[in-house]
């Protein structure tokens, strides 16, 4: 027999590989996984962000919540001696986490470094100072 079943499953089996039966994006929570470890006058947070850099994450604290917000795009071109593409990818991509953390926090009294990959941000336990209503950013060292 010249043709086979085996042909037609050799599309079986290439719809079959794993880039086609992907699980859905990841959540913010897998992503921005998060160690919290409370101390006496505060909480220490260290959120792992592979991948990203400094400037692609920023921390703002608006309403008692504490938001963290990374956002990256990245373009690679690759093009062989006659300008013909080998490859060309893009990516463009952001995640967000919110922590509660109290509505007598304001911006100067959290805390942030980033190193490695980790954002390391040490809270306070809540103090009585005067609430501001307009989200202000926190540096990240």
């Known amino acids: ?8 499953d050799l599309f079986d089996d290439m719809f079959n590989d794993p880039f086609f039966n ?8 897998q992503i921005m996984r998060t160690d919290v470890q409370e101390r006496d006058n505060g909480y220490m947070l260290d959120i792992e962000l592979p991948g990203y850099a400094k400037e692609d994450v920023q921390a703002e604290l608006k309403d008692g919540y504490l938001t963290i917000t990374a956002k990256k795009s990245q373009n690679k071109e690759e093009e062989d001696k006659n300008h013909k593409y080998v490859r060309k990818e893009r990516y463009t991509g952001s995640c967000k986490r919110s922590f509660y953390v109290g509505d007598q926090l304001q911006q100067e009294d959290i805390k942030a470094a980033f190193q490695n990959g980790i954002l390391r941000l040490f809270v306070p336990k809540e103090s009585q100072k005067q609430v501001e209503d307009k989200p202000k950013l926190i540096s990240i060292e």
């Not at 027999?1 to 037609?8: A, G, K, Y």
């Open 1 to 8: 027999m010249l043709f086979t079943n085996r042909t037609f």
């Open 22 to 29: 992907r699980a859905p994006q990841a959540t913010a929570s």
